[in-house]
């Protein structure tokens, strides 16, 4: 019996509810006839277009760039014209500054030729991260070329790679994982060249044996080098994913409150993220497409499908045959944190890791009553916080008082709103509590 | 339209409805015995206690204007565990009045459900002590050893009441007890079965602890509660309970009166103990002493009832002391 590691404090376990698209093949999407760029993909700066209007573009040209702050560029995913430069709609902003691209389906598909890029230096790599507008794409959508630039008073050891998955329903990865591992294994080498270390460790939960087994083949295929990377298999348990969580599952070191991973010499990048680093690296192709899982028991066909980024919602819901009349909740990202949303006229943007349609059996409508203080929410809470105390506050509209409570080291990973037997909306409360009691 | 709450989207089969119902479904075993030892004027009771503090919930949420959250449990579970900690042998009319001081004062006037702070069951039964103090104190019945479970209805209770063994041990110490209910050793066997005079629900040990350790099975209750009062009761009864110093008996301390009741059912209850495995280790260790000191020096044979009372209101105090260990605090912060 391999020894599995996880994290000592809180985490819950849902149901998997992996097995629709777990077996399933990654499937190229066909083009759409229209790309919605949202101009600011993720955290940081937005972009400014650096196209005009009606002007034609080649698949991977760049359409849009970010001068300061931690934004990264955005390229065009197909070839086409660029139909508008507008506002589209957006799962949490409502509505967005974006670029409409009219896809030219009859174009030929780029060809993206491998290259050498063992002679570049560290500097250069990092250069072509941030040029290919890579962020982490396993959710926060952090630019991935300042991860790899930590502060110089703290040195990194270790690079950590995210094959966890701890969300329910969500398989791209581990599909990626499964199909594409010499790939992440590459990535994983040009990022141990820019942050100038050997030792790489990839964990995986044990409930995807097949990308375990894959991961670890192509690691030791992939041997020769002075690079030292190894695959370490982890107990299935949520939020194994969360950067703190897979940090001391690994490592065993914590990261203090407030703090980066660097803090502890460690720097972690999701294996989807590490492919889109190989391919921008070895192939010069920016990030324009991404691997996202379509589930969830209301869509006809799950799958786990290759987008350009900017598809939109509907066009990839006519692709996969429809939705049922039963879907209830329609969610962009995993059921745990991802956001639901109110029409499926939205794009997918770099951070989308799936496209869930429950049915009202799926999930829980049951309103919430009073807390009965059962206390499983601190059991639950993998940061150590008090949750009950928090929803306590903000009910009794004291939301200033709950930074006691550790309400800003909250990241919202719902464990506590999970387990809550009161079906309190926990999360709810500690986002309410953030905005109102803002740190002086 | 589709639902657009906030995250998380999927959420665990628990309810409260599920965890009270459970905790009543564990009591159903110890009640069935009951009706066997004391006869089925038991049963009556304990639906009276169970269908009043149901009612009594009912009218007060419709008459405070909020919903109407009966079919939750909790009120029913109230009305079990009150039933439990009182004599097989009062009226009928005691139970009714206890519901109304356990639902309508103990809970609703408080603010309902969660914001109690004292164990709802238990302070009727501590109002109910207070006001028909003869009947709470004597009502008691002997074991029947011939399964006639419908004698004492026809009978009449007042010929046949008994006194319970604490209540023997107390006022006429140990020759007395081992006379009425046999050497220590033989007791232990029949007291954990459950032919011995008590509340209702205080007959039998084991089925107590089976469904105890049911609650613990299903993560419903941890062991730290139930662990630290009854430890504390075996080792203090062992020090300051005997004649002379460390001979008491602490296996009976834990088998008599309402030990494992309390200690499994009553301290665990979620709205008035603490949070913390700390806190909820000193909280236990607190309604043991407590329980100790008033059955050697208080006025009354049984302790538990009081002192979960008494260590009730400082669940909120023992949280605040005993916070959860976070997984970095700030730098400069707690500890």
Sequence with gaps: ?440 | MWNVSVSPHVRSPESVGKIMWTVVACLVPPLVLSIFVFGIQVLLITAVSVISCMAVEAICQKALNKPVTVSDGSAALTGMLMAFVIPPGVSFLIPVLGAVMAIFIGKHLLGGIGYNFFNPALLGRAFLLATFPVAMTSAWLPPLTDGAIFSYLASGVDAVSTATPLAVMKEQGMAAFREAFGTPSEVYGSFFLGWRPGCIGETSGLLLVLGGLYLMYRRYITWHIPVSVLGTIALLTWMFGGETLFTGDPLLAVLTGGALLGAFFMATDYVTSPTTRTAQLIFGAGIGALTVLIRIKGGYPEGVCYAILLMNPLSPVLDGWFKPKRFAPPAGGEK
């Design chain 1, 1 to 440: 019996m391999v020894s599995t590691l996880t994290f000592p404090k809180g985490g819950v376990h849902p149901p998997e509810s992996k097995g629709l698209t777990e077996q399933l093949p990654i499937q190229v999407m066909p083009l759409p006839a229209e790309l919605h760029l949202i101009l600011g993909q993720h955290i940081g700066a937005p972009c400014t277009p650096t196209v005009a209007k009606k002007a034609a573009v080649g698949e991977g040209d760049l359409v849009a760039d970010v001068s300061k702050g931690l934004g990264v560029p955005l390229h065009a995913p197909a070839a086409g014209s660029i139909k508008a430069i507008a506002t589209a709609a957006h799962p949490i902003r409502v509505t967005t500054p974006s670029i409409t691209l009219a896809v030219d389906r009859e174009a030929q598909p780029r060809q993206w030729t491998a290259d050498q890029w063992q002679q570049l230096t560290a500097q250069e790599l990092l250069q072509k991260v941030h040029d290919a507008g890579i962020v982490g794409i396993g959710g926060a959508g952090f630019p991935t070329h300042v991860k790899l630039k930590p502060p110089a008073d703290t040195p990194v050891d270790t690079l950590l790679l995210n094959g966890a998955e701890c969300e329910p329903y969500i398989t791209a990865d581990h599909r990626s994982m499964v199909e594409k591992a010499e790939e992440i294994v590459e990535g994983a080498k040009i990022l141990l060249k820019i942050l100038g270390i050997k030792t790489c460790v990839v964990g995986i939960e044990n409930n995807k044996p097949d990308a375990i087994a894959a991961m670890t083949a192509a690691v030791r295929a992939a041997g020769g080098d002075d690079s030292d990377i190894s695959v370490v298999t982890l107990q299935v348990k949520y939020p194994q994913g969360s950067e703190k969580q897979l940090i001391q599952a690994i490592t065993g070191r914590k990261v203090p409150a407030m703090a980066l991973p660097s803090a502890v010499g460690v720097v972690v990048h999701n294996v989807s993220t590490t492919r889109a680093v190989y391919e921008a690296v070895a192939l010069g192709k920016p990030l324009i497409e991404k691997v996202v899982t379509i589930s969830g028991r209301g869509i006809v066909k799950p799958a786990n499908l290759l987008v350009k980024i900017g598809t939109k919602v509907s066009d990839i819901v006519e692709y996969c045959g429809g939705i049922s009349d039963e879907v209830a909740k329609v969610v962009l990202g995993g059921p745990m944190m991802g956001f639901a949303v109110s029409t499926l006229d939205i794009p997918v943007t770099k951070t989308t890791s799936a496209v869930l349609f429950l049915t009202k059996e799926e999930i829980d409508t049951t309103p919430l009553s009073s807390c009965i203080r059962c206390g499983w929410c601190l059991d639950a809470c993998p940061m150590g916080l008090e949750p009950k105390e928090i929803g306590l506050y903000v009910e009794a509209n004291r939301p200033e008082n709950t930074e006691q409570f550790g309400v800003f080291e909250c990241f919202e990973c719902g464990s506590c709103a999970y387990v809550c037997p009161a079906k309190r909306p926990l999360v709810q409360f500690v986002r309410l509590a953030k905005m109102k009691a803002k740190r002086s």
